[in-house]
């Protein structure tokens, strides 16, 4: 059996596309199969769409969270409720075509694999957001000391044990395919074109871009307290500098009168224990939030089997 999760976030433009793609590349499999949407809290018609489909099919699962707690924890959500024996991730806009998901399949009965990545061989987002996108996934390929993390994000498969794996890691701010990185197992790819939305608005600005990229290098990369430590070495180089020039300007006597250099001086530290603090509020602040030990994610309803199981 397969699941596949979709997250769901005001997405009433797209749903009918989506599911009727997604059923017409499962139903090509040939195995029994369901489709867990994950609504994440939706404020448009999104719901009452998706009940539509679910009241039609009932392979159509509708798991309902109580508000919007984000992508990672509406995925998590998904998988943990999923049944399948193979488990496929894939985000709800579209950009990630259902139809590379019979690919998947195929590769993972060779045997070889436990878990199969989609990779992006190419992208149609265009702008200031491509250039985010790419910097953030050089950045983290780069110090987060992960392997299969080129040009990937949450559209994959997994075998049980592979899933089991994943949900075994409990932390509360995650960024799943860091985690998929870091469970091991062997890994295997699919390529694919990433497509540009048909429909609706892209949840990815800034803001969200930024948030997630803070989440994934703190979460796995050390490159924050190595820009800290690589600060201080040049405040210390600096300084050493300084007072050597300050020392010989005093023998020689052309030493500068004024409070130019003091003042710099003073700001040029300022800054960088700001940035130590910032850095280290980061890192507390994500300490804290594990300890609370909050759910991740609140379940309103569960519709499946034709039912509301709440």
């Excluded at 990433?194 to 608005?201: I, Q, T, Y």
Aim: proline share 4%; charged share 20%; aromatic share 12%.
């Amino acid at each position: 059996m397969i699941t596949l999760v979709i997250p769901i976030y005001n997405e009433a433009q797209l749903i009918p596309e989506l599911l009727d793609r997604s059923v017409n590349a499962l139903s090509k499999i040939n195995v029994p199969y369901e489709i867990i949407c994950v609504d994440d809290g939706s404020t448009d018609q999104s719901s009452a769409i998706l009940r539509s489909y679910h009241d039609k099919d009932p392979r159509i699962k509708i798991l309902a969270l109580s508000r919007n707690f984000g992508i990672q924890a509406a995925l998590t959500a998904g998988i943990e409720y999923a049944i399948g024996d193979y488990v496929v991730m894939m985000d709800g806009d579209l950009q990630d075509p259902p139809e590379v998901i019979p690919e998947m399949y195929v590769k993972m009965q060779s045997g070889k694999f436990d878990i199969i990545n989609g990779k992006r061989i190419s992208r149609k987002e265009k702008g200031q957001k491509r250039v985010l996108i790419l910097l953030f996934h050089f950045l983290f390929r780069r110090f987060s000391g992960l392997d299969n993390m080129t040009d990937v994000g949450n559209f994959s498969m997994f075998n049980r044990s592979a899933l089991d794996g994943l949900l075994s890691v409990k932390e509360k701010i995650r960024y799943l395919p860091g985690l998929r990185s870091f469970i091991g197992y062997k890994q295997g790819e699919v390529e694919y074109h990433r497509e540009s939305r048909p429909a609706g608005k892209s949840k990815m600005n800034f803001r969200w871009l930024f948030n997630m990229g803070a989440d994934a290098i703190y979460s796995f990369s050390k490159l924050p307290l190595k820009i800290c430590l690589y600060l201080g070495i040049l405040g210390v180089i600096v300084f050493f500098m300084a007072g050597i020039y300050v020392i010989v300007a005093k023998i020689f006597g052309f030493a500068i009168i004024g409070w130019s250099s003091t003042l710099l001086s003073i700001y040029f530290l300022g800054s960088i224990q700001l940035t130590f603090l910032g850095v280290l509020g980061e890192y507390v602040f994500r300490i804290y939030k594990e300890s609370q030990d909050r759910p991740l994610y609140l379940v309103k309803h569960y519709y499946a089997n034709g039912s509301d199981n709440k």
